[in-house]
């Protein structure tokens, strides 16, 4: 085989190392080893020396660790070469000089994904044929250097997902004119950008840039209007950064532009009309900013081939209003709509009426006040996700839509009435909360649904019993059934669901124990039986849910002593409410080693004895947070007045130990808790 002059063997999982007799096809121009083995075993590249005439190298994914240190000594041997592969090599040394580069002729370099900790060094920028270069997801420090405007011939950077590299982009770097796609996103680069695109502007008559990523970076100021100039741009990625300002006029130069991905930045002004003229434009995300203005059908007259279209914030303040006439049929078909917190409404935006290709629909937030229009029922549509929550819907839902396995249905805070809606076998979250709907759950909801994951029907008015099917549904994640008007026992049905962690079945008129199997749900972190008529004692299985994070069994008939076990087996409790029950004796010192817990709410029961000092060691009322976190829903006792929060929950410190038996001076450890907001002791015989 020494005249052998290909040899691909790329995906052939072999054992072992590489043959170092390869070394001895002296002929051989094109080498392909990618992916080559099924077990990472260290190789050393000592045989590469023999290949002097090879053109084409890809070693990708092969374990070279072993030849971190002198990996480029050994590829410096092939004078000839025009591409060379190393991604995931496990390389790691990056040297920062090479006294005598031999590697000229190289086109084509990827070394990504090695773990290179230093800054990019010097000898690349001798490579002057190079036309493609892939650093990527390594964790490359210090800037983007000018020296790249050496690299006339490049056509492809990516330095993407290196985290390390910061700085700003220079005006030289706009000299690339030969440039066609250039990634820098997941990085830690900071400034405006207006430099680097004058300098692409100015410095090439026509510059070729393709793609431009600058996403997930620290980028700020206005968008340039020499943006305009980018004549063969098709893709802008620039989400998750801080520009501000308007999206600029000359957007609409861009004949090319297939991406524009504006999301996640500061940007709080409008939207020019000449974004309309985007016939090719495929994806627009706009998302999370703070547009004002008015939409009108200039802004889309010309989308012909727009298939998604995201103007979304989290925040509920609309500053965008569409003024679309009924009357206009838009030029495209979209797949993916997300107009979250823009003002559609009063009524139902009739120019959606064509779009028949509709598989995610998110209206949520929209001002909307009407019934949905037959239209979109009859829709022969695929949905994976209809989002229409918090608007002003009236009527009845109908089951006539067809949804794509794993769907997700979000129909909360309108005004939607009748019985619980037949949904589909494939939904897989259900959220129906804060609507009008009566009646019964359906006995067989379990059978119908049978993978649900989410399911949220709180704040309605159905009646009857939990229905067992519910047993059935194994994937259950979210059970929230809370403020409606079920009764009967809570059922059986809590064997088989180990993703299971939030049961809310407050605010009920639900009767009898608690089931002890509900101690099977190993992953259960939100317990919120409260505001029923549950009697008997806590069971002891629940010690078995370790991970509970908030337990709310407050306003029922439960009796006995309070457990020590909360104490010593539920170290992340952050919530403590069992009020307003007929719990007796002691407070149990168990529950000073509670080093999260920042709300304790034991009032209104019959509990006696002391206070125990330890509780001034519940650090959790003690220590400033530094993040927010998900706690869900609780009310709250404070001045005499019952506080419902919310987002907010994670910030209420608060001990209510009021209206029990209790005696005895009061811990002077208690002042030790800087960040206690709310000491309630009243109605005890303390000293």
């Given at each position: 085989?020494?005249k052998?002059?290909?040899?691909n063997?790329?995906?052939a999982?072999?054992?072992?190392?590489?043959p170092?007799?390869?070394?001895n096809?002296?002929?051989?121009l094109?080498?392909?080893?990618?992916?080559?083995?099924?077990?990472?075993?260290?190789n050393?590249l000592?045989?590469l020396?023999?290949?002097?005439s090879?053109?084409?190298l890809?070693?990708?994914t092969v374990?070279?660790s072993?030849?971190?240190?002198?990996w480029?000594q050994?590829?410096?041997?092939l004078?000839?070469?025009?591409?060379?592969?190393?991604p995931g090599?496990?390389?790691?040394?990056l040297?920062?000089?090479?006294p005598?580069l031999?590697?000229?002729?190289?086109l084509?370099?990827d070394?990504?994904n090695?773990g290179f900790?230093s800054?990019?060094?010097?000898?690349l920028f001798?490579?002057?044929?190079l036309?493609?270069?892939?650093?990527?997801?390594?964790?490359?420090?210090s800037?983007?250097?000018?020296?790249?405007?050496?690299?006339?011939s490049i056509?492809?950077i990516?330095?993407?997902?290196?985290?390390y590299?910061?700085?700003q982009l220079?005006?030289?770097?706009g000299k690339?004119?030969?440039?066609?796609k250039?990634?820098?996103?997941?990085?830690?680069?900071?400034?405006?950008?207006?430099?680097?695109i004058?300098?692409?502007s100015?410095?090439?008559?026509?510059?070729?840039?393709e793609?431009?990523?600058?996403?997930?970076n620290?980028?700020?100021?206005f968008l340039?209007?020499s943006?305009?100039?980018l004549?063969n741009l098709?893709n802008?990625?620039l989400?998750?950064?801080?520009?501000?300002?308007?999206?600029?006029?000359s957007?609409?130069n861009?004949s090319?532009?297939?991406?524009?991905y504006?999301s996640?930045?500061q940007?709080?002004g409008?939207?020019?009309?000449?974004?309309?003229?985007?016939?090719?434009?495929?994806a627009?995300?706009?998302?999370e900013?703070?547009?004002f203005?008015?939409?009108t059908?200039?802004?889309?007259f010309?989308?012909?081939?727009?298939?998604?279209?995201s103007?979304a914030?989290?925040?509920?303040?609309i500053?965008?209003?569409?003024?679309?006439?009924?009357?206009w049929?838009?030029?495209?078909?979209?797949?993916?709509l997300?107009?979250?917190?823009?003002q559609?409404?009063p009524?139902?935006?009739?120019w959606?009426?064509?779009?028949?290709e509709l598989?995610?629909?998110?209206l949520?937030t929209?001002m909307?006040s009407d019934t949905?229009?037959?239209w979109?029922?009859?829709?022969?549509l695929q949905?994976?996700?209809l989002?229409?929550a918090y608007?002003q819907?009236r009527g009845?839902?109908p089951?006539?839509?067809?949804?794509q396995?794993?769907?997700?249905v979000?129909?909360?805070?309108?005004?939607?009435?009748?019985?619980?809606?037949?949904?589909?076998s494939?939904i897989?979250?259900?959220y129906?909360?804060d609507?009008?709907?009566?009646?019964p759950?359906?006995?067989?909801i379990?059978k119908?649904?049978?993978?649900?994951?989410?399911?949220?029907?709180?704040?309605?008015?159905?009646?009857?019993?939990?229905?067992?099917s519910i047993?059935e549904?194994?994937?259950?994640?979210t059970?929230?059934?809370?403020?409606n008007?079920?009764?009967?026992?809570?059922?059986l049905?809590w064997?088989?669901?180990p993703?299971?962690?939030?049961?809310?079945?407050?605010?009920?008129?639900?009767?009898?124990?608690i089931p002890?199997?509900?101690g099977?749900l190993?992953?259960?972190m939100?317990?919120i039986l409260s505001?029923?008529n549950?009697s008997g004692?806590?069971?002891?299985?629940?010690?078995?849910?370790t991970?509970?994070?908030?337990?709310d069994?407050?306003?029922?008939?439960?009796?006995g002593?309070l457990p020590?076990?909360?104490?010593?087996?539920?170290?992340?409790?952050?919530?403590?409410?069992?009020?307003?029950?007929?719990?007796?004796?002691g407070?149990?010192?168990q529950l000073?080693?509670?080093s999260?817990?920042h709300?304790?709410d034991?009032?209104?029961?019959n509990?006696?004895g002391?206070?125990p000092?330890?509780?001034?060691?519940l650090?959790?009322m003690?220590?400033?947070?530094?993040?927010?976190r998900?706690?869900?829903?609780?009310?709250v006792?404070?001045k005499?007045?019952?506080l419902?929060?919310q987002?907010?929950l994670?910030l209420?410190?608060?001990?209510d130990l009021?209206s029990?038996?209790?005696?005895g001076?009061v811990?002077?450890e208690?002042?030790?808790l800087?960040?206690?907001?709310t000491?309630?002791?009243?109605?005890n015989h303390?000293?």
């Amino acid at each position: 085989l020494e005249k052998l002059r290909y040899l691909n063997l790329s995906g052939a999982n072999f054992g072992g190392t590489i043959p170092p007799h390869l070394g001895n096809l002296s002929s051989l121009l094109y080498l392909d080893l990618n992916n080559y083995f099924d077990e990472s075993v260290e190789n050393n590249l000592h045989w590469l020396s023999g290949l002097s005439s090879l053109k084409h190298l890809n070693l990708a994914t092969v374990d070279f660790s072993m030849a971190a240190t002198n990996w480029l000594q050994a590829v410096n041997l092939l004078p000839s070469l025009l591409e060379l592969h190393l991604p995931g090599c496990g390389l790691s040394n990056l040297p920062h000089s090479l006294p005598l580069l031999n590697l000229t002729s190289l086109l084509v370099l990827d070394v990504s994904n090695n773990g290179f900790n230093s800054s990019i060094p010097h000898w690349l920028f001798n490579l002057t044929s190079l036309a493609y270069l892939d650093l990527s997801s390594n964790s490359l420090q210090s800037g983007v250097p000018d020296e790249f405007a050496a690299l006339t011939s490049i056509q492809h950077i990516d330095l993407s997902m290196n985290s390390y590299i910061g700085g700003q982009l220079s005006r030289n770097l706009g000299k690339l004119c030969n440039l066609r796609k250039f990634d820098l996103s997941f990085n830690n680069i900071s400034g405006e950008i207006t430099e680097f695109i004058h300098g692409l502007s100015s410095s090439c008559t026509n510059s070729s840039l393709e793609s431009l990523d600058l996403g997930y970076n620290q980028f700020n100021g206005f968008l340039p209007n020499s943006l305009g100039h980018l004549k063969n741009l098709k893709n802008l990625l620039l989400r998750q950064n801080s520009f501000t300002g308007s999206i600029p006029q000359s957007i609409g130069n861009l004949s090319s532009l297939t991406e524009l991905y504006l999301s996640n930045n500061q940007m709080n002004g409008t939207i020019p009309e000449s974004l309309g003229r985007l016939s090719a434009l495929v994806a627009l995300d706009l998302s999370e900013n703070s547009w004002f203005g008015v939409i009108t059908e200039a802004h889309m007259f010309n989308l012909t081939s727009l298939k998604e279209l995201s103007i979304a914030k989290l925040n509920p303040k609309i500053t965008l209003v569409f003024n679309v006439s009924s009357k206009w049929i838009p030029p495209f078909k979209l797949k993916f709509l997300s107009l979250r917190s823009c003002q559609l409404g009063p009524k139902f935006p009739a120019w959606l009426r064509n779009q028949n290709e509709l598989d995610t629909i998110l209206l949520n937030t929209a001002m909307i006040s009407d019934t949905i229009p037959d239209w979109l029922w009859k829709f022969d549509l695929q949905v994976s996700q209809l989002d229409l929550a918090y608007n002003q819907l009236r009527g009845r839902v109908p089951n006539s839509l067809a949804y794509q396995d794993q769907a997700i249905v979000d129909l909360s805070s309108n005004c939607f009435e009748g019985p619980f809606p037949l949904f589909s076998s494939n939904i897989s979250s259900l959220y129906l909360r804060d609507n009008l709907f009566h009646g019964p759950l359906p006995h067989d909801i379990g059978k119908t649904m049978p993978q649900l994951s989410n399911f949220d029907i709180s704040h309605n008015s159905f009646n009857g019993s939990i229905p067992l099917s519910i047993g059935e549904i194994m994937g259950l994640t979210t059970l929230i059934i809370s403020h409606n008007h079920l009764s009967g026992e809570i059922p059986l049905i809590w064997n088989d669901k180990p993703t299971l962690f939030i049961v809310d079945m407050s605010n009920n008129s639900l009767s009898g124990e608690i089931p002890r199997s509900l101690g099977s749900l190993s992953w259960l972190m939100f317990l919120i039986l409260s505001n029923n008529n549950l009697s008997g004692e806590i069971p002891t299985s629940l010690q078995n849910c370790t991970r509970m994070n908030s337990l709310d069994l407050g306003d029922n008939r439960l009796l006995g002593k309070l457990p020590a076990w909360i104490g010593e087996r539920m170290p992340s409790l952050r919530i403590i409410r069992l009020r307003s029950n007929l719990f007796r004796g002691g407070i149990p010192s168990q529950l000073c080693n509670l080093s999260s817990l920042h709300i304790l709410d034991l009032a209104h029961n019959n509990l006696s004895g002391t206070i125990p000092s330890c509780l001034g060691n519940l650090s959790g009322m003690a220590t400033d947070l530094n993040a927010t976190r998900y706690e869900g829903q609780l009310s709250v006792v404070a001045k005499g007045r019952e506080l419902v929060y919310q987002t907010t929950l994670y910030l209420v410190n608060s001990i209510d130990l009021s209206s029990n038996n209790l005696s005895g001076e009061v811990p002077q450890e208690l002042t030790g808790l800087s960040r206690l907001g709310t000491l309630n002791l009243s109605i005890n015989h303390l000293t």
